[in-house]
């Protein structure tokens, strides 16, 4: 029999796809039918567009064989919803984590009573659709597959394996129905019960569940490629494991064990594990985390439990609810089926502060009076983004708040919101807080320069003071060394942009969370920028996330975690990780896997919010980027996703390559 991993990493399993007409959207608009109705229009049209498809030896089925999403809205439509309204992204849901529980016990049956007309609609599409891959496999001799879809989706799962299947029929229907981003949420809880009662029952083993847990992992990379990001990989299909239960009781479980061996095994970019941890979590946790980590997938990524948690429940949280946090797509705290939250609406752009302070002609008196000016640009700053507006559209007061999201009918009725807040993004902190610690050490202590001396060499990029250039860049303190200067830069800073947003309310009666995430716009607020006063040159990016300067002189990994776990994440807690990049040699050893889990402990007892490891080959690298085809499957953590690295756009290819290699 084929190897189903195998064919998945060729991309074989892609010749099945057909396109379907892009015209939906003009049709709909001749026939004046409403938003809701377009949706569950286009639903019904995709679903039975879908051709059931079996591949190679799985257990559990459904594949996309549309491979687009045409529009339900024509661009004159679009243009009219962006003058009204405020439009985020695609306009569609994305970023949340739907309930998937109660449909996973109780049946589709049961959850179309509960929905109104287009819910019902949606539903006997969905069904329709489950009876036709229950009849092929029937005709293809798939005794097992045909069995199971008899009871499910119509009822509840009563197996581990019926589970795993109707999870997979919900999260292949949202994805139909135009979200995106839609994550997988607390996997190893809501589906231990059915795991549970399995082994207890002697219908499996732990071999028998872990190949089903292997087989059901497969199943997120049957048609990654075909959701909306930035780049190939960046789909939002994320999974957190272990942490706390509701009532706060450990809840790393077997399961848990299960999934992080699964994906040490698959080695492929998805679903993309996040590890919820403490300064409790037992070193065997941290050392299970890291044996993933050397299997170069880019993550896990860790969250500290101790400190989201008590973050969440001072932004009004219940705690319950905050004990059950997840991450979204790439970091940002969600609250599974409660939180109806917008968790990247816009960013802060910390270096672009910095350079707006150092134009406004004043030649400060004192580093304290400068940073005083910095803390009135961040409320500035602020002030744009929970105004929401853009270059698209200029409107009165009174509605430049609103915001307008496509209906999406299924979605909507498996989420119960009680959340409705708004995350920012806080780009380049590491460059900020580098280039406040040269203007502190050389403008006003050694007064090696004036502001505007230094305004000019950073607008002619220093290429007329290239021992200025060499000083800012090289010997200057920088985030990641343990200086006081710039890490105290770094928690002024991230204090001040809390400060700015606390209290605010935003147009769906929540709140606004500061955090450290940077996105793409390591790249794109970069570009647009001069150079900085911490020696970056014009069109160098920023470091990833919460992360020091690509170019930043450090010694080790320790000093890192030092500086980057000073700062106050209670408060700017919407998310963003420290990145670091280790040699893949480090994880050679026995030895070197428990120093690094040690490293990650560390950060965590430490204070620190969330951390992200690369294992990394810069030559490997290198040659992938001349011979791709040998390395199809090399992967790599671009910001809060992995992707394989062939797949990559060359600007993010190369970032990662330019990141320091750290070794212990």
Not at 221 to 233: A, M, P, R, S, W
Not at 268 to 284: C, F, G, H, Q, Y
Not at 298 to 322: C, H, K, M, T, W
């Amino acid at each position: 029999m084929r190897d189903l991993r195998e064919l998945l990493l060729n991309r074989e399993h892609r010749s099945m796809r057909h396109a379907v007409p892009d015209n939906l959207a003009e049709t709909y608009s001749a026939l004046g039918l409403d938003p809701r109705e377009r949706m569950t229009r286009r639903f019904e049209y995709l679903a039975a567009e879908e051709t059931p498809v079996f591949l190679p030896g799985e257990k559990i089925v459904f594949a996309r064989t549309v491979s687009n999403i045409p529009d339900c809205f024509t661009v004159e439509e679009w243009a009219k919803f962006k003058k009204e309204n405020y439009i985020h992204e695609l306009g569609y849901l994305s970023n949340i984590c739907p309930g998937y529980d109660t449909v996973i016990r109780d049946g589709l049956l049961a959850h179309r009573e509960r929905g109104d007309e287009y819910v019902k609609r949606e539903i006997d599409a969905l069904l329709n659709l489950c009876d036709r891959y229950q009849a092929a496999a029937k005709e293809q001799g798939l005794e097992e597959v045909a069995d199971i879809l008899t009871r499910i989706p119509r009822q509840g799962a009563k197996t581990f394996r019926e589970a795993l299947q109707l999870f997979r029929i919900l999260h292949f229907s949202l994805w139909l129905e135009g979200n995106y981003h839609v994550t997988v949420g607390r996997f190893d809880q809501y589906m231990w019960p059915y795991l549970e009662a399995d082994l207890a029952e002697g219908r499996l083993t732990e071999e028998e569940a872990y190949d089903l847990v292997k087989d059901f992992f497969l199943t997120f990379n049957k048609d990654n490629d075909l959701y909306v990001g930035v780049q190939q990989g960046d789909n939002g299909q994320s999974m957190v494991l272990g942490g706390m239960t509701r009532d706060g009781k450990p809840a790393f479980n077997l399961l848990s064990r299960l999934c992080l061996r699964a994906s040490c095994e698959n080695k492929m970019i998805d679903p993309k594990i996040n590890l919820r941890v403490s300064a409790e979590t037992p070193d065997e946790i941290y050392e299970l985390g890291t044996q993933l980590t050397k299997a170069g997938l880019g993550f896990p990524q860790y969250s500290n439990d101790d400190v989201v948690i008590d973050a969440l429940v001072r932004l009004g949280y219940e705690l319950e609810d905050a004990r059950d946090y997840v991450v979204a797509a790439c970091w940002e705290f969600i609250i599974p089926k409660y939180g109806m939250e917008v968790v990247n609406i816009n960013a802060l752009c910390f270096p672009k502060v910095l350079d707006t302070t150092l134009r406004q002609g004043v030649e400060y008196a004192s580093y304290e009076e400068f940073c005083d000016a910095v803390a009135q640009q961040i409320d500035q700053e602020c002030d744009r983004i929970v105004s929401l507006r853009n270059e698209q559209y200029e409107k009165s007061s009174e509605t430049a708040h609103h915001v307008w999201f496509v209906p999406s009918p299924l979605m909507e009725s498996l989420m119960s919101p009680k959340y409705h807040n708004f995350g920012a993004h806080g780009t380049g902190v590491a460059t900020a807080a580098d280039s406040m610690a040269a203007i502190r050490k050389y403008v006003f202590e050694e007064k090696l320069l004036t502001f505007a001396q230094l305004l000019e060499a950073v607008d002619s990029d220093f290429a007329n003071n290239p021992e200025l250039l060499h000083r800012l860049r090289y010997e200057a303190p920088k985030m990641g060394q343990n200086h006081p200067y710039p890490d105290e830069a770094s928690c002024f800073l991230l204090e001040r942009y809390a400060d700015s947003l606390d209290g605010r309310p935003n147009c769906m009666g929540g709140k606004w969370r500061a955090g450290t995430g940077s996105a793409m716009f390591y790249l794109r607020h970069a570009a647009e920028l001069p150079a900085s006063p911490d020696g970056r040159r014009k069109n160098e990016p920023f470091g990833a996330n919460f992360s020091p300067s690509l170019f930043a002189r450090i010694g080790g990994p320790f000093s890192v975690i030092q500086s980057f776990s000073k700062q106050n994440f209670r408060r700017a807690c919407n998310g963003g990780p420290l990145t670091m990049e280790f040699s893949a040699s480090v994880f050679d050893t026995e030895e070197g896997i428990r120093k690094t889990a040690k490293l990650v402990q560390a950060y965590i007892r430490n204070g620190g919010h969330q951390l992200q490891l690369n294992a990394v080959n810069p030559n490997t690298l290198r040659d992938a980027q001349k011979n791709p085809e040998a390395y199809r499957g090399l992967i790599v953590r671009i910001w809060g996703w992995s992707a394989y690295f062939t797949e990559l756009d060359k600007e993010y290819q190369d970032h990662v390559l330019a990141r320091q290699e750290y070794s212990l």
